[in-house]
């Protein structure tokens, strides 16, 4: 499986910014994609998922309500619609792949995730 990200860029705060991530080989039914992010100095923590066969999503307390994972079947591509942006959303930001199915206790785990993509940046000035 490979990922490729897309969308990242520079933004004033309260801007908007519209992630994209194509998956392509090998895929299933029920796997999950979900968005973590990396600022510098600090761990990768997550941002959102969602199951692909149900639509279910997941947000990190930080981003709910301005952040919106979405998916696309035809295309196998998940999105990430980033509202209301504020400077501490800085990070580069990365797609992850799971290829079946988990609790969701777990879906912020990145270890439970077993492809990544290359990360895309995002800075939100102040």
């Known amino acids: 499986v490979q990922l490729q990200a897309s969308g990242g860029g520079l933004v004033q705060a309260g801007g908007s910014l519209r992630l994209s991530c194509a998956a392509s080989?090998?895929?299933?039914?029920?796997?999950?994609m979900g968005w973590f992010r990396q600022a510098p100095g600090k761990e990768r923590e997550f941002v959102a998922a969602?199951?692909?066969?149900?639509?279910?999503?997941y947000y990190a307390d930080s981003v709910k309500n301005r952040f919106t994972a979405s998916r696309d079947n035809a295309k196998t591509a998940v999105y990430l619609q980033m509202n209301s942006l504020k400077p501490e959303d800085t990070a580069v930001y990365y797609c992850?792949?799971?290829?079946?199915?988990?609790?969701?206790?777990?879906?912020?785990?990145?270890?439970?995730?077993?492809?990544w993509g290359r990360g895309t940046q995002v800075t939100v000035s102040s």
């Open positions: 969602i199951r692909w066969r149900a639509g279910y999503t």
């Open positions: 992850a792949f799971r290829p079946n199915m988990i609790v969701a206790s777990s879906i912020p785990d990145p270890d439970v995730y077993n492809y």
């Open positions: 080989g090998r895929t299933f039914n029920n796997y999950v």
